[in-house]
């Protein structure tokens, strides 16, 4: 048994979700202790409370002498900034260290070759980084973030009809620009004049640049802007269609929402660039998209046809039951964790 550190920045975003859970996993399924170790001021308490209920300590930045002496491996969460690369290069330790990128590698800096060294063996969050020649010394690994996460506990959507005629589209996640390309706008704007019975519903926390440009250019009705919610499995089952749609230089891997999204047996319609290609099999789980008007016809493809609609999303659902398995994502996460302690 193993007493493993993971250190992070914070435990906000699909990133908090990933860690949180993955530590409460393999604390619940036994064989290591797992604590986590966050380097800044916590904007959000969810995952850490949660962490808390399940028994996973997580520490301040001013418990860090306390935390490295007890542990007897760390797994650092990276996604590139200047705040992570300077704390990896001051780190003095005498333990096995891990990284575990959070990025897909497509988009911003990658990581410096100097931090790069400071760690035994990488481990990715997406298949996508695999490819990335400068990481291939380490032999990354991949253990995706999807933190305890089990989609076939999730009550799955049965009625695919559409109420009233409307098609009900949805999106999880945050709706900004942080998140949404610039175009988002003509992309909802093409939908809508291909199916003008059509009805957006934005989950998540809004800064409200989305929403007004919607208002500027008229299309205020068509939007419903709910903000964030701890549970959102309800909504999703009374969606039509999920729309992720993702800015081109996106850092994001893995992407939960839409995970979940396929789990409860959603039609996905999403970003093929940069990680889309890598969640969803264009015509075979969900419909991935590259532009306004590819975007318009895949949701007028779904609003056209309910067993088009009940034919995606019980694939997407399959799908995410036989390849997302937190228990096999610990079992991997477990085995670098052993090869390193050897």
């Not at 979700?17 to 290591?32: F, N, P, Q, Y």
């Not at 995706?144 to 005629?165: A, C, H, I, Q, V």
């Not at 047996?265 to 015509?283: F, K």
């Amino acid at each position: 048994m193993a007493n493993i550190l993971h250190i992070a920045a914070h435990l906000g975003d699909g990133a908090g979700k990933a860690i949180s859970g993955l530590a409460i996993l393999g604390s619940r399924e036994g064989g290591h202790s797992h604590r986590i170790l966050l380097l800044q001021e916590p904007r959000k308490l969810n995952h850490i409370e949660r962490c808390k209920a399940n028994g996973v300590a997580v520490l301040p930045l001013s418990a860090i002498d306390g935390a490295l002496a007890w542990a007897d491996i760390a797994v650092i969460s990276y996604w590139a900034s200047a705040f992570l690369n300077d704390f990896i290069r001051g780190l003095t330790i005498n333990k096995p260290l891990l990284i575990w990128y959070h990025n897909n590698g497509f988009s911003g800096e990658l990581m410096p070759d100097d931090v790069l060294d400071k760690c035994e063996r990488l481990l990715v969050t997406t298949p996508a980084t695999l490819g990335i020649s400068r990481y291939a010394a380490k032999n990354p690994a991949p253990v995706y973030g999807f933190g305890d996460f089990n989609p076939g506990e999730l009550t799955r959507k049965t009625d695919y009809s559409l109420k009233s005629g409307a098609l009900s589209i949805g999106y999880v996640g945050m709706p900004t620009y942080k998140r949404l390309p610039s175009n988002f706008v003509d992309y909802c704007d093409a939908a809508l004049g291909t199916v003008p019975n059509s009805h957006f519903t934005m989950l998540g926390e809004n800064d409200g640049s989305v929403q007004n440009d919607i208002a500027r250019r008229g299309m205020g009705r068509y939007f419903t802007f709910i903000g964030w919610r701890n549970n959102v499995y309800d909504n999703l089952r009374r969606f039509d269609v999920f729309s992720y749609l993702m800015r081109p230089d996106t850092t994001a891997s893995i992407d939960n929402s839409a995970l979940e999204a396929m789990a409860v047996g959603l039609p996905v319609v999403i970003s093929q660039s940069p990680i889309g290609c890598w969640i969803v099999q264009n015509g075979a789980t969900g419909l991935t998209v590259n532009n306004p008007q590819e975007y318009a016809s895949a949701i007028r493809r779904l609003f056209d046809s309910e067993a088009e609609r009940r034919r995606l999303g019980q694939a997407a659902r399959r799908y995410a039951i036989s390849h997302c398995s937190a228990v096999e994502n610990l079992r991997r996460f477990n085995a670098e964790i052993e090869r390193v302690a050897k």
